[in-house]
């Protein structure tokens, strides 16, 4: 149902019944879906990394992150991410997140902080990005 109502309005959209603001909008709020879709189906992979790492087998966070950027990359691939550039700059800054905490230059909570902004430049850089689309 959820699909039905997103292509109908993506199909009023894109006819040009929607007024502008309503369509940056609409264009907003699937790309959160869609960055928190990828997210839902990296989380079982940065599982099983992280879980390796709780196991002896990775001796550091940027080992699991190793691990577990691919997976990243692969979930934003399979939702249809258009901009995949983003993307792989967001696994290489949470590699160099975790490499800083490994090497103690920043604390827990100064990772914690610096990974969710990485996700939420993430989200921003797309908005914009889908706002100069449409000013084209």
Excluded: W
């Excluded at 993307?87 to 909570?109: F, G």
């Amino acid at each position: 149902m959820k699909t039905l109502l997103t292509l109908a309005i993506m199909t009023a959209a894109l006819s040009g019944c929607l007024p502008m603001q309503q369509q940056s909008e609409l264009l907003r709020v699937q790309r959160d879906e869609q960055i928190d879709d990828a997210e839902g189906l990296a989380i079982a992979g940065k599982r099983i990394c992280t879980n390796k790492r709780h196991a002896g087998v990775f001796k550091t966070l940027a080992e699991s992150a190793y691990c577990s950027n691919p997976i990243i990359i692969s979930s934003y691939e399979r939702v249809k991410f258009p901009y995949m550039d983003l993307v792989k700059e967001y696994t290489q800054k949470r590699l160099e997140i975790l490499q800083a905490r490994d090497k103690k230059k920043i604390t827990e909570e100064q990772c914690t902080k610096e990974m969710s902004e990485s996700l939420i430049y993430l989200t921003a850089e797309s908005h914009i990005r889908d706002l100069e689309g449409q000013s084209k």
